[in-house]
Protein backbone atom coordinates (compact mmCIF):
# COMPACT_ATOMS: atom_id res chain seq x y z
CA UNK A 1 0.00 0.00 0.00
CA UNK A 2 2.92 2.31 0.47
CA UNK A 3 4.01 1.69 -2.35
CA UNK A 4 1.06 2.61 -4.62
CA UNK A 5 0.07 5.85 -2.63
CA UNK A 6 4.04 6.72 -3.11
CA UNK A 7 3.53 6.44 -6.99
CA UNK A 8 0.28 7.18 -7.36
CA UNK A 9 1.50 9.85 -10.17
CA UNK A 10 3.42 7.23 -12.00
CA UNK A 11 0.32 7.58 -14.90
CA UNK A 12 1.48 11.13 -16.83
CA UNK A 13 1.25 12.36 -19.94
CA UNK A 14 4.32 11.08 -22.27
CA UNK A 15 6.83 13.97 -23.09
CA UNK A 16 10.22 13.43 -24.89
CA UNK A 17 12.95 15.50 -23.64
CA UNK A 18 15.58 16.25 -26.36
CA UNK A 19 19.16 15.49 -25.11
CA UNK A 20 21.56 17.85 -25.83
CA UNK A 21 25.45 17.62 -26.13
CA UNK A 22 25.79 19.74 -22.83
CA UNK A 23 23.20 18.00 -21.19
CA UNK A 24 24.06 14.96 -18.79
CA UNK A 25 21.95 12.91 -17.92
CA UNK A 26 21.56 12.56 -13.72
CA UNK A 27 23.12 9.88 -11.57
CA UNK A 28 20.65 9.73 -9.57
CA UNK A 29 17.58 9.76 -12.23
CA UNK A 30 19.45 6.75 -13.50
CA UNK A 31 19.84 5.14 -10.46
CA UNK A 32 16.08 5.24 -9.39
CA UNK A 33 14.62 4.34 -12.46
CA UNK A 34 16.78 1.29 -11.85
CA UNK A 35 15.40 0.86 -8.57
CA UNK A 36 11.72 0.92 -9.47
CA UNK A 37 12.16 -1.00 -12.25
CA UNK A 38 11.78 -4.23 -10.06
CA UNK A 39 8.57 -2.36 -8.23
CA UNK A 40 5.70 -5.18 -8.58
CA UNK A 41 3.15 -3.57 -7.58
CA UNK A 42 4.33 -0.62 -9.82
CA UNK A 43 4.46 -2.33 -12.74
CA UNK A 44 0.86 -4.38 -12.16
CA UNK A 45 -0.57 -0.35 -11.97
CA UNK A 46 0.87 0.42 -14.84
CA UNK A 47 -0.10 -2.27 -16.75
CA UNK A 48 -3.75 -2.31 -16.05
CA UNK A 49 -4.70 0.78 -16.01
CA UNK A 50 -4.96 3.23 -19.23
CA UNK A 51 -6.13 6.59 -19.52
CA UNK A 52 -9.42 7.51 -21.25
CA UNK A 53 -9.61 8.54 -25.40
CA UNK A 54 -10.66 11.93 -24.58
CA UNK A 55 -7.96 12.59 -21.91
CA UNK A 56 -4.99 11.59 -24.33
CA UNK A 57 -3.62 14.74 -25.39
CA UNK A 58 -0.70 12.76 -27.35
CA UNK A 59 -3.69 10.49 -29.14
CA UNK A 60 -3.82 11.09 -32.96
CA UNK A 61 -7.11 13.21 -34.05
CA UNK A 62 -10.01 11.93 -35.71
CA UNK A 63 -10.07 12.08 -39.33
CA UNK A 64 -11.77 14.46 -41.41
CA UNK A 65 -10.23 17.22 -39.83
CA UNK A 66 -10.26 20.42 -41.73
CA UNK A 67 -6.87 21.61 -42.71
CA UNK A 68 -6.34 25.60 -41.87
CA UNK A 69 -3.06 25.52 -43.75
CA UNK A 70 -4.30 28.84 -45.87
CA UNK A 71 -4.27 30.66 -42.77
CA UNK A 72 -1.16 32.96 -42.42
CA UNK A 73 -1.39 33.53 -38.64
CA UNK A 74 0.33 30.55 -36.76
CA UNK A 75 -2.03 31.27 -33.23
CA UNK A 76 -4.93 31.76 -35.25
CA UNK A 77 -4.53 28.32 -37.32
CA UNK A 78 -3.65 26.67 -33.88
CA UNK A 79 -6.64 27.51 -32.43
CA UNK A 80 -8.81 26.35 -34.81
CA UNK A 81 -6.99 23.62 -35.69
CA UNK A 82 -7.27 22.40 -31.87
CA UNK A 83 -11.19 23.61 -31.69
CA UNK A 84 -11.74 21.34 -35.12
CA UNK A 85 -9.99 18.67 -32.88
CA UNK A 86 -11.61 18.32 -30.22
CA UNK A 87 -15.36 18.81 -31.95
CA UNK A 88 -14.69 15.52 -33.95
CA UNK A 89 -13.20 13.57 -30.63
CA UNK A 90 -16.82 14.90 -29.14
CA UNK A 91 -18.50 13.42 -32.05
CA UNK A 92 -17.15 10.14 -31.95
CA UNK A 93 -17.61 9.95 -27.94
CA UNK A 94 -21.13 10.59 -28.94
CA UNK A 95 -21.48 8.51 -31.34
CA UNK A 96 -20.06 5.50 -28.82
CA UNK A 97 -22.45 6.95 -26.42
CA UNK A 98 -25.52 6.00 -28.59
CA UNK A 99 -25.35 2.66 -28.58
CA UNK A 100 -26.64 2.86 -25.27
CA UNK A 101 -30.14 4.22 -26.92
CA UNK A 102 -31.30 0.71 -27.58
CA UNK A 103 -34.69 -0.20 -28.86
CA UNK A 104 -35.10 -3.26 -27.44
CA UNK A 105 -34.84 -2.71 -23.53
CA UNK A 106 -33.68 -6.41 -22.62
CA UNK A 107 -36.52 -8.37 -23.54
CA UNK A 108 -36.01 -11.62 -23.43
CA UNK A 109 -35.60 -13.80 -26.40
CA UNK A 110 -36.17 -17.72 -26.90
CA UNK A 111 -34.20 -19.72 -29.54
CA UNK A 112 -36.74 -21.42 -31.00
CA UNK A 113 -40.76 -21.85 -31.53
CA UNK A 114 -41.22 -24.22 -28.91
CA UNK A 115 -39.51 -22.46 -25.73
CA UNK A 116 -42.05 -19.73 -24.19
CA UNK A 117 -41.09 -16.70 -22.56
CA UNK A 118 -43.81 -17.43 -19.89
CA UNK A 119 -42.34 -20.43 -18.55
CA UNK A 120 -39.60 -18.99 -17.58
CA UNK A 121 -39.81 -18.65 -13.91
CA UNK A 122 -38.08 -16.24 -11.72
CA UNK A 123 -35.45 -18.25 -10.58
CA UNK A 124 -33.85 -18.60 -13.92
CA UNK A 125 -34.36 -14.39 -14.11
CA UNK A 126 -32.88 -14.07 -11.10
CA UNK A 127 -29.36 -16.55 -12.17
CA UNK A 128 -29.07 -14.90 -15.43
CA UNK A 129 -29.86 -11.06 -14.52
CA UNK A 130 -26.70 -8.66 -12.93
CA UNK A 131 -26.10 -9.02 -9.60
CA UNK A 132 -27.21 -5.35 -9.21
CA UNK A 133 -30.44 -6.25 -10.69
CA UNK A 134 -31.07 -9.45 -9.03
CA UNK A 135 -31.38 -7.20 -5.66
CA UNK A 136 -34.94 -6.43 -7.07
CA UNK A 137 -36.63 -9.74 -6.10
CA UNK A 138 -37.35 -9.48 -2.90
CA UNK A 139 -40.79 -10.98 -0.73
CA UNK A 140 -41.90 -8.47 2.49
CA UNK A 141 -44.12 -10.84 4.47
CA UNK A 142 -46.03 -8.02 6.33
CA UNK A 143 -49.17 -8.29 8.61
CA UNK A 144 -51.88 -5.88 8.63
CA UNK A 145 -52.80 -6.80 4.44
CA UNK A 146 -53.71 -6.65 2.29
CA UNK A 147 -51.06 -3.77 1.09
CA UNK A 148 -51.07 -1.35 -1.75
CA UNK A 149 -47.25 0.68 -2.50
CA UNK A 150 -46.32 3.42 -4.90
CA UNK A 151 -43.14 4.58 -6.06
CA UNK A 152 -41.58 7.76 -6.23
CA UNK A 153 -41.10 9.79 -9.59
CA UNK A 154 -36.94 8.29 -9.54
CA UNK A 155 -37.49 5.01 -8.46
CA UNK A 156 -35.10 5.04 -5.64
CA UNK A 157 -38.09 5.20 -2.45
CA UNK A 158 -41.02 2.85 -1.99
CA UNK A 159 -43.95 3.57 0.35
CA UNK A 160 -46.40 0.88 1.14
CA UNK A 161 -49.71 1.01 3.26
CA UNK A 162 -51.69 -1.82 4.85
CA UNK A 163 -55.72 -1.85 5.26
CA UNK A 164 -55.29 -2.03 9.01
CA UNK A 165 -52.92 0.82 9.37
CA UNK A 166 -48.95 -0.42 8.80
CA UNK A 167 -47.51 2.55 6.80
CA UNK A 168 -43.86 2.93 5.98
CA UNK A 169 -41.28 4.64 3.62
CA UNK A 170 -37.74 3.73 2.72
CA UNK A 171 -35.12 3.38 0.14
CA UNK A 172 -35.07 0.40 -1.12
CA UNK A 173 -32.44 0.01 -2.55
CA UNK A 174 -29.89 1.05 0.16
CA UNK A 175 -32.59 -0.87 2.81
CA UNK A 176 -32.97 2.66 4.45
CA UNK A 177 -36.14 3.42 6.60
CA UNK A 178 -37.28 6.71 6.81
CA UNK A 179 -40.54 6.48 9.04
CA UNK A 180 -42.95 3.47 9.48
CA UNK A 181 -46.38 3.83 11.61
CA UNK A 182 -49.45 2.07 13.37
CA UNK A 183 -52.22 4.10 12.87
CA UNK A 184 -54.35 1.51 14.28
CA UNK A 185 -56.89 2.61 11.82
CA UNK A 186 -58.52 1.84 8.47
CA UNK A 187 -55.93 3.20 5.81
CA UNK A 188 -56.75 3.07 1.75
CA UNK A 189 -54.35 4.74 -0.48
CA UNK A 190 -50.98 6.17 -0.30
CA UNK A 191 -49.10 8.58 -2.20
CA UNK A 192 -45.93 10.48 -2.28
CA UNK A 193 -46.09 14.27 -3.01
CA UNK A 194 -43.69 16.17 -4.63
CA UNK A 195 -40.39 14.02 -3.65
CA UNK A 196 -39.95 11.20 -0.55
CA UNK A 197 -39.91 14.11 1.78
CA UNK A 198 -43.83 14.41 2.04
CA UNK A 199 -46.52 11.78 1.63
CA UNK A 200 -49.98 11.28 2.34
CA UNK A 201 -51.58 8.62 3.20
CA UNK A 202 -55.81 8.39 2.95
CA UNK A 203 -57.14 7.15 6.34
CA UNK A 204 -60.79 5.89 7.11
CA UNK A 205 -61.98 9.74 7.33
CA UNK A 206 -59.35 12.47 5.94
CA UNK A 207 -56.15 12.95 4.19
CA UNK A 208 -53.38 12.98 6.21
CA UNK A 209 -50.00 14.69 5.11
CA UNK A 210 -46.75 13.34 6.90
CA UNK A 211 -43.02 14.38 6.29
CA UNK A 212 -40.53 12.14 6.10
CA UNK A 213 -39.65 11.29 9.63
CA UNK A 214 -43.32 10.04 9.85
CA UNK A 215 -44.84 13.60 11.75
CA UNK A 216 -48.46 14.51 11.40
CA UNK A 217 -48.31 18.12 8.79
CA UNK A 218 -51.64 18.66 8.15
CA UNK A 219 -55.03 16.69 8.27
CA UNK A 220 -57.05 17.74 5.42
CA UNK A 221 -61.03 17.83 6.54
CA UNK A 222 -62.15 18.82 3.29
CA UNK A 223 -61.21 15.50 1.60
CA UNK A 224 -64.22 12.69 3.55
CA UNK A 225 -63.54 9.65 3.19
CA UNK A 226 -61.18 8.97 0.52
CA UNK A 227 -60.12 5.81 -1.24
CA UNK A 228 -58.03 6.40 -3.83
CA UNK A 229 -55.58 9.65 -4.54
CA UNK A 230 -52.55 10.62 -7.33
CA UNK A 231 -51.04 13.55 -7.26
CA UNK A 232 -49.98 15.56 -10.46
CA UNK A 233 -46.38 16.79 -10.07
CA UNK A 234 -46.32 19.73 -12.85
CA UNK A 235 -49.11 21.01 -11.02
CA UNK A 236 -48.82 20.70 -7.53
CA UNK A 237 -52.11 19.27 -6.66
CA UNK A 238 -53.41 16.70 -5.23
CA UNK A 239 -56.53 14.95 -6.33
CA UNK A 240 -58.80 12.54 -4.30
CA UNK A 241 -61.79 10.63 -4.80
CA UNK A 242 -63.75 8.77 -2.13
CA UNK A 243 -67.41 7.27 -0.71
CA UNK A 244 -69.12 10.77 -1.00
CA UNK A 245 -68.42 10.65 -5.33
CA UNK A 246 -66.74 13.98 -4.64
CA UNK A 247 -63.38 14.63 -7.03
CA UNK A 248 -61.13 16.95 -5.07
CA UNK A 249 -57.79 19.10 -5.96
CA UNK A 250 -55.84 20.19 -2.85
CA UNK A 251 -53.00 22.41 -4.07
CA UNK A 252 -50.41 21.10 -2.18
CA UNK A 253 -48.00 24.40 -2.09
CA UNK A 254 -50.68 27.12 -1.22
CA UNK A 255 -52.73 25.12 1.03
CA UNK A 256 -56.10 25.69 -1.16
CA UNK A 257 -58.59 23.47 -2.14
CA UNK A 258 -58.33 24.39 -5.80
CA UNK A 259 -62.01 22.78 -7.06
CA UNK A 260 -64.54 19.78 -6.30
CA UNK A 261 -66.78 17.93 -8.40
CA UNK A 262 -69.83 16.14 -7.81
CA UNK A 263 -69.31 12.67 -10.19
CA UNK A 264 -73.26 11.89 -9.27
CA UNK A 265 -71.85 8.51 -9.72
CA UNK A 266 -71.79 7.41 -5.90
CA UNK A 267 -68.64 6.04 -4.40
CA UNK A 268 -65.34 5.74 -6.44
CA UNK A 269 -62.41 2.88 -5.67
CA UNK A 270 -60.49 3.34 -9.20
CA UNK A 271 -58.79 6.16 -10.15
CA UNK A 272 -55.06 6.79 -12.50
CA UNK A 273 -53.84 9.83 -13.93
CA UNK A 274 -52.87 10.14 -17.37
CA UNK A 275 -49.02 11.84 -16.91
CA UNK A 276 -49.02 13.57 -20.71
CA UNK A 277 -51.82 16.08 -19.77
CA UNK A 278 -52.81 15.33 -16.01
CA UNK A 279 -56.02 14.37 -16.79
CA UNK A 280 -57.91 12.06 -14.43
CA UNK A 281 -59.82 9.15 -14.83
CA UNK A 282 -62.43 7.48 -13.09
CA UNK A 283 -63.70 3.90 -13.18
CA UNK A 284 -67.29 3.61 -11.37
CA UNK A 285 -69.69 1.32 -10.11
CA UNK A 286 -72.04 1.22 -13.35
CA UNK A 287 -69.42 0.59 -15.36
CA UNK A 288 -68.42 4.15 -16.79
CA UNK A 289 -64.71 5.62 -17.08
CA UNK A 290 -64.96 9.78 -16.98
CA UNK A 291 -61.95 11.88 -17.45
CA UNK A 292 -62.19 14.67 -15.27
CA UNK A 293 -60.05 18.37 -15.88
CA UNK A 294 -60.38 21.47 -13.09
CA UNK A 295 -61.90 23.54 -14.95
CA UNK A 296 -64.88 21.68 -16.36
CA UNK A 297 -67.62 21.04 -13.83
CA UNK A 298 -68.83 17.95 -16.01
CA UNK A 299 -66.61 15.13 -17.09
CA UNK A 300 -64.31 15.61 -20.21
CA UNK A 301 -65.35 12.07 -21.51
CA UNK A 302 -67.77 9.46 -20.36
CA UNK A 303 -67.17 6.00 -21.33
CA UNK A 304 -69.17 2.82 -21.02
CA UNK A 305 -66.68 -0.09 -21.04
CA UNK A 306 -67.96 -2.73 -18.70
CA UNK A 307 -71.36 -4.62 -17.86
CA UNK A 308 -70.21 -4.55 -14.36
CA UNK A 309 -68.42 -2.31 -12.13
CA UNK A 310 -64.81 -1.14 -12.79
CA UNK A 311 -62.15 -2.46 -11.17
CA UNK A 312 -59.35 -0.70 -12.60
CA UNK A 313 -57.97 1.43 -14.58
CA UNK A 314 -54.43 2.93 -16.30
CA UNK A 315 -52.74 4.56 -18.89
CA UNK A 316 -49.95 3.80 -21.07
CA UNK A 317 -47.06 6.41 -20.46
CA UNK A 318 -44.92 5.00 -23.18
CA UNK A 319 -47.28 6.43 -26.21
CA UNK A 320 -47.66 10.20 -24.29
CA UNK A 321 -51.32 8.74 -23.11
CA UNK A 322 -52.68 7.41 -26.11
CA UNK A 323 -53.86 3.96 -25.18
CA UNK A 324 -55.90 2.89 -21.83
CA UNK A 325 -56.55 -0.23 -20.11
CA UNK A 326 -59.47 -1.30 -17.79
CA UNK A 327 -60.39 -3.81 -15.81
CA UNK A 328 -63.91 -5.11 -14.93
CA UNK A 329 -66.08 -7.29 -12.46
CA UNK A 330 -67.20 -9.01 -15.50
CA UNK A 331 -63.85 -10.88 -16.14
CA UNK A 332 -62.66 -8.95 -19.49
CA UNK A 333 -59.91 -6.46 -19.72
CA UNK A 334 -59.95 -3.94 -22.47
CA UNK A 335 -57.69 -1.29 -24.07
CA UNK A 336 -59.13 1.54 -25.75
CA UNK A 337 -57.82 4.36 -28.03
CA UNK A 338 -58.04 7.13 -26.44
CA UNK A 339 -58.01 9.70 -29.66
CA UNK A 340 -61.25 8.47 -30.94
CA UNK A 341 -62.92 6.24 -28.33
CA UNK A 342 -65.21 4.20 -31.35
CA UNK A 343 -64.51 1.50 -29.19
CA UNK A 344 -62.20 -1.34 -27.89
CA UNK A 345 -59.01 -1.96 -29.66
CA UNK A 346 -58.67 -5.30 -28.18
CA UNK A 347 -60.17 -7.48 -25.19
CA UNK A 348 -59.78 -10.49 -23.54
CA UNK A 349 -61.54 -12.29 -20.38
CA UNK A 350 -59.69 -13.35 -17.56
CA UNK A 351 -59.92 -15.85 -14.20
CA UNK A 352 -61.00 -14.63 -11.17
CA UNK A 353 -63.25 -11.49 -11.81
CA UNK A 354 -61.56 -8.29 -11.86
CA UNK A 355 -58.15 -7.35 -11.39
CA UNK A 356 -55.73 -4.49 -10.85
CA UNK A 357 -53.67 -3.15 -14.31
CA UNK A 358 -50.61 -0.99 -14.80
CA UNK A 359 -48.34 0.12 -17.77
CA UNK A 360 -45.07 -0.14 -17.58
CA UNK A 361 -42.07 2.54 -18.79
CA UNK A 362 -41.85 0.54 -22.16
CA UNK A 363 -45.58 -0.20 -22.33
CA UNK A 364 -45.95 -3.76 -21.07
CA UNK A 365 -49.17 -3.72 -19.01
CA UNK A 366 -49.74 -6.22 -16.13
CA UNK A 367 -52.80 -7.52 -15.28
CA UNK A 368 -53.13 -9.61 -11.56
CA UNK A 369 -56.27 -11.30 -11.69
CA UNK A 370 -57.17 -14.32 -9.47
CA UNK A 371 -53.99 -15.88 -8.26
CA UNK A 372 -51.19 -14.64 -10.84
CA UNK A 373 -49.74 -11.80 -12.48
CA UNK A 374 -49.42 -11.66 -16.02
CA UNK A 375 -47.71 -9.08 -18.40
CA UNK A 376 -48.73 -8.48 -21.76
CA UNK A 377 -46.27 -6.88 -24.41
CA UNK A 378 -46.94 -4.36 -27.34
CA UNK A 379 -47.47 -3.95 -30.16
CA UNK A 380 -49.62 -7.32 -29.75
CA UNK A 381 -51.79 -4.90 -26.99
CA UNK A 382 -52.63 -2.20 -29.16
CA UNK A 383 -52.94 -4.18 -32.53
CA UNK A 384 -56.97 -4.22 -33.19
CA UNK A 385 -58.19 -7.61 -32.96
CA UNK A 386 -61.83 -8.86 -33.61
CA UNK A 387 -61.86 -11.75 -31.07
CA UNK A 388 -61.85 -11.65 -27.74
CA UNK A 389 -58.47 -13.94 -27.57
CA UNK A 390 -56.18 -12.84 -25.24
CA UNK A 391 -52.76 -11.77 -26.50
CA UNK A 392 -49.12 -13.17 -26.59
CA UNK A 393 -48.17 -13.80 -22.80
CA UNK A 394 -44.45 -12.96 -22.18
CA UNK A 395 -44.19 -13.48 -18.34
CA UNK A 396 -46.18 -14.69 -15.70
CA UNK A 397 -45.67 -15.27 -11.89
CA UNK A 398 -48.13 -17.47 -9.52
CA UNK A 399 -48.77 -15.57 -6.02
CA UNK A 400 -51.20 -18.07 -3.80
CA UNK A 401 -51.93 -15.02 -1.21
CA UNK A 402 -55.53 -13.74 -2.24
CA UNK A 403 -56.71 -10.77 -3.23
CA UNK A 404 -54.07 -9.10 -5.25
CA UNK A 405 -54.49 -5.80 -4.48
CA UNK A 406 -52.18 -3.37 -5.90
CA UNK A 407 -49.61 -3.82 -9.35
CA UNK A 408 -46.46 -1.19 -9.13
CA UNK A 409 -43.88 -1.18 -12.10
CA UNK A 410 -40.47 0.68 -10.67
CA UNK A 411 -39.56 3.76 -12.87
CA UNK A 412 -36.03 2.86 -14.43
CA UNK A 413 -36.28 -0.64 -13.30
CA UNK A 414 -36.99 -3.72 -14.56
CA UNK A 415 -39.22 -4.67 -11.35
CA UNK A 416 -43.01 -5.11 -10.48
CA UNK A 417 -44.20 -4.99 -6.77
CA UNK A 418 -47.24 -6.84 -6.01
CA UNK A 419 -49.28 -6.04 -3.01
CA UNK A 420 -51.14 -8.82 -1.37
CA UNK A 421 -52.77 -9.97 1.44
CA UNK A 422 -49.75 -11.41 3.09
CA UNK A 423 -47.32 -8.56 2.30
CA UNK A 424 -45.61 -7.19 -1.00
CA UNK A 425 -44.03 -9.67 -3.63
CA UNK A 426 -41.20 -7.95 -6.05
CA UNK A 427 -40.71 -9.56 -9.52
CA UNK A 428 -38.05 -9.02 -12.53
CA UNK A 429 -39.76 -8.38 -15.54
CA UNK A 430 -37.04 -7.72 -17.90
CA UNK A 431 -37.68 -5.11 -20.50
CA UNK A 432 -40.19 -3.22 -19.00
CA UNK A 433 -38.15 -0.07 -17.68
CA UNK A 434 -36.50 3.09 -19.02
CA UNK A 435 -33.08 2.03 -18.97
CA UNK A 436 -31.94 6.25 -19.38
CA UNK A 437 -32.67 8.27 -17.31
CA UNK A 438 -32.88 12.03 -17.47
CA UNK A 439 -31.23 13.54 -14.49
CA UNK A 440 -32.99 17.01 -15.05
CA UNK A 441 -36.47 15.45 -14.95
CA UNK A 442 -35.88 12.44 -12.20
CA UNK A 443 -32.59 11.20 -10.92
CA UNK A 444 -32.38 8.51 -8.74
CA UNK A 445 -28.84 9.40 -7.61
CA UNK A 446 -29.55 12.73 -6.56
CA UNK A 447 -28.24 14.57 -2.98
CA UNK A 448 -29.74 16.84 -0.75
CA UNK A 449 -29.09 20.18 -2.65
CA UNK A 450 -30.13 18.57 -6.04
CA UNK A 451 -33.25 17.85 -4.57
CA UNK A 452 -33.98 20.91 -2.67
CA UNK A 453 -32.89 23.01 -6.36
CA UNK A 454 -35.11 20.90 -8.00
CA UNK A 455 -37.60 21.63 -5.52
CA UNK A 456 -37.50 24.99 -6.23
CA UNK A 457 -37.42 24.94 -10.03
CA UNK A 458 -40.52 22.98 -9.65
CA UNK A 459 -42.38 25.42 -7.72
CA UNK A 460 -40.88 28.38 -10.40
CA UNK A 461 -42.28 26.39 -12.85
CA UNK A 462 -45.47 25.57 -12.05
CA UNK A 463 -48.23 25.21 -13.92
CA UNK A 464 -52.09 26.65 -13.22
CA UNK A 465 -55.35 23.77 -12.83
CA UNK A 466 -56.99 25.98 -15.60
CA UNK A 467 -54.29 24.66 -18.18
CA UNK A 468 -55.44 21.39 -17.79
CA UNK A 469 -57.16 20.03 -20.88
CA UNK A 470 -57.72 16.85 -23.27
CA UNK A 471 -55.13 17.94 -25.64
CA UNK A 472 -52.04 19.89 -24.11
CA UNK A 473 -50.48 21.44 -27.25
CA UNK A 474 -53.36 23.74 -27.64
CA UNK A 475 -51.30 26.43 -25.41
CA UNK A 476 -49.67 28.87 -27.60
CA UNK A 477 -50.99 27.86 -30.49
CA UNK A 478 -53.28 30.47 -32.82
CA UNK A 479 -57.05 31.34 -32.64
CA UNK A 480 -58.82 29.98 -35.58
CA UNK A 481 -59.89 32.82 -37.72
CA UNK A 482 -63.57 33.80 -37.02
CA UNK A 483 -66.19 32.50 -39.37
CA UNK A 484 -67.86 36.04 -39.78
CA UNK A 485 -65.68 38.83 -41.35
CA UNK A 486 -67.36 42.26 -42.21
CA UNK A 487 -66.19 45.67 -43.72
CA UNK A 488 -65.54 46.85 -40.06
CA UNK A 489 -62.62 44.47 -39.90
CA UNK A 490 -61.34 45.07 -43.70
CA UNK A 491 -60.69 41.56 -44.64
CA UNK A 492 -63.69 41.10 -47.04
CA UNK A 493 -65.86 43.62 -48.79
CA UNK A 494 -69.64 42.59 -47.75
CA UNK A 495 -72.13 45.11 -48.88
CA UNK A 496 -73.23 47.46 -46.56
CA UNK A 497 -77.15 45.53 -46.76
CA UNK A 498 -75.78 42.40 -45.46
CA UNK A 499 -74.42 43.18 -42.47
CA UNK A 500 -75.96 42.43 -39.13
CA UNK A 501 -77.53 45.44 -37.55
CA UNK A 502 -74.81 46.29 -35.11
CA UNK A 503 -72.10 46.04 -37.63
CA UNK A 504 -74.32 48.53 -39.52
CA UNK A 505 -74.97 50.48 -36.82
CA UNK A 506 -71.13 50.89 -35.94
CA UNK A 507 -70.61 51.52 -40.13
CA UNK A 508 -72.76 54.34 -40.18
CA UNK A 509 -71.52 55.84 -36.34
CA UNK A 510 -74.81 55.28 -34.52
CA UNK A 511 -73.32 52.70 -32.86
CA UNK A 512 -71.06 55.11 -30.99
CA UNK A 513 -72.58 57.81 -29.35
CA UNK A 514 -70.18 60.52 -28.58
CA UNK A 515 -70.69 63.80 -28.92
CA UNK A 516 -68.36 63.55 -32.27
CA UNK A 517 -70.22 61.07 -33.70
CA UNK A 518 -73.06 63.45 -33.54
CA UNK A 519 -71.03 66.31 -35.10
CA UNK A 520 -70.42 64.04 -37.62
CA UNK A 521 -73.95 63.06 -38.43
CA UNK A 522 -75.29 66.71 -38.21
CA UNK A 523 -72.74 68.26 -40.46
CA UNK A 524 -73.28 65.03 -42.72
CA UNK A 525 -76.93 66.10 -42.83
CA UNK A 526 -76.19 69.20 -43.82
CA UNK A 527 -74.21 68.35 -46.44
CA UNK A 528 -76.68 66.62 -47.89
CA UNK A 529 -79.35 68.73 -48.21
CA UNK A 530 -81.24 67.70 -45.42
CA UNK A 531 -83.42 69.65 -43.09
CA UNK A 532 -81.49 70.77 -39.57
CA UNK A 533 -83.44 69.59 -36.88
CA UNK A 534 -84.99 71.78 -34.40
CA UNK A 535 -84.53 71.82 -30.26
CA UNK A 536 -88.08 70.05 -30.30
CA UNK A 537 -87.45 67.19 -32.78
CA UNK A 538 -83.39 66.55 -30.54
CA UNK A 539 -85.00 66.65 -27.56
CA UNK A 540 -87.36 64.10 -28.44
CA UNK A 541 -84.67 62.21 -30.17
CA UNK A 542 -83.20 62.00 -26.59
CA UNK A 543 -86.45 60.59 -25.36
CA UNK A 544 -86.53 57.41 -27.51
CA UNK A 545 -86.58 54.04 -26.14
CA UNK A 546 -86.51 53.21 -22.16
CA UNK A 547 -84.06 53.43 -19.59
CA UNK A 548 -82.53 57.34 -21.04
CA UNK A 549 -80.44 57.30 -17.78
CA UNK A 550 -78.64 53.99 -18.38
CA UNK A 551 -78.12 55.21 -22.21
CA UNK A 552 -76.41 58.62 -20.43
CA UNK A 553 -74.11 56.85 -18.46
CA UNK A 554 -72.89 55.12 -20.86
CA UNK A 555 -72.28 57.99 -23.52
CA UNK A 556 -70.78 59.65 -20.96
CA UNK A 557 -68.61 56.12 -20.05
CA UNK A 558 -67.85 56.27 -23.82
CA UNK A 559 -67.24 59.65 -23.99
CA UNK A 560 -63.26 59.65 -24.55
CA UNK A 561 -63.09 56.26 -26.47
CA UNK A 562 -61.82 56.08 -29.84
CA UNK A 563 -61.91 53.20 -31.85
CA UNK A 564 -59.82 53.07 -34.76
CA UNK A 565 -62.17 51.04 -37.31
CA UNK A 566 -64.91 53.38 -36.99
CA UNK A 567 -62.42 56.35 -37.44
CA UNK A 568 -61.63 54.34 -40.47
CA UNK A 569 -64.83 53.67 -41.44
CA UNK A 570 -66.01 57.04 -40.96
CA UNK A 571 -63.38 58.35 -43.53
CA UNK A 572 -64.39 56.07 -45.60
CA UNK A 573 -68.27 56.96 -45.89
CA UNK A 574 -66.69 60.81 -46.01
CA UNK A 575 -64.98 60.06 -48.95
CA UNK A 576 -67.45 58.17 -50.37
CA UNK A 577 -70.35 61.36 -49.29
CA UNK A 578 -67.91 63.74 -51.30
CA UNK A 579 -67.44 61.55 -54.59
CA UNK A 580 -71.28 61.44 -54.66
CA UNK A 581 -71.90 65.11 -53.99
CA UNK A 582 -69.25 65.61 -57.24
CA UNK A 583 -70.79 63.49 -59.69
CA UNK A 584 -74.38 65.56 -58.71
CA UNK A 585 -73.10 68.59 -59.40
CA UNK A 586 -71.24 67.80 -62.22
CA UNK A 587 -74.44 66.15 -63.46
CA UNK A 588 -76.14 69.50 -62.75
CA UNK A 589 -73.72 71.58 -64.37
CA UNK A 590 -72.60 73.18 -61.47
CA UNK A 591 -69.38 71.94 -61.70
CA UNK A 592 -66.77 70.84 -64.34
CA UNK A 593 -65.42 67.76 -64.20
CA UNK A 594 -61.85 68.35 -63.14
CA UNK A 595 -59.37 66.48 -65.53
CA UNK A 596 -56.08 64.70 -63.71
CA UNK A 597 -52.39 66.51 -63.80
CA UNK A 598 -49.35 64.62 -63.94
CA UNK A 599 -48.79 66.51 -60.42
CA UNK A 600 -51.49 64.68 -58.61
CA UNK A 601 -48.85 61.17 -58.18
CA UNK A 602 -47.62 63.98 -55.10
CA UNK A 603 -50.53 64.83 -53.66
CA UNK A 604 -50.91 62.90 -50.40
CA UNK A 605 -53.68 60.30 -50.44
CA UNK A 606 -56.92 61.09 -47.98
Known amino acids: M ?55 SSSPPPENV ?123 DITFLHDHSHFAVAQQKYVFIYDRDGVELHKLKSHIEPTRMEFLPFHWLLATVGNAGYLKYQDTSTGQLVVEHRTKLGA ?58 TAGQDGTVKVWDCRNWKGSVRQWSTRGGGGELEWSQKGALAVATGGSVNIYTKPSIQTPFAATVAPPLYLTHPIPHRPLTSVRFCPYQDILTIGHAAGLSSILVPGTGEPNFDSMEADPFENKTARREREVKSLLDKIKPDMIALDPEFIGSLAPPPKLSTAVDGAHDIPFARLPRLERLRVSGKADETEEGDAHMQSGDEEDGAKKPTKEEKEKRKMRGKNKSLKRYLRKQRKNVVDPRAVAVRTKLEKQREERRKAKAIASGAEQERKPSALDRFKRAS
Request: hydrophobic content about 35%.
Open 268 to 325: CNTMTQNIHNAVIHLGHQNGTVTLWTPNLPHPAVRLLAHIGPVASVSVDPSTGGRYMA
Open 2 to 56: DNLIAKADAIRPVKRRRIGKDDQPRKSQSSAKASTSHDRTLESVSLHTVLPKSFR
Open 66 to 188: PKYSHIHNPKLRTQLTRQSTQNARAKALLKDADLLLTEEAGMMQVEGDMEKTWRVGQDEVVKAAGEEAARGRKEWTLDGGPYRSKYTRNGRHLAIVGKKGHVATFDWQSGTMHAELQLRETCR
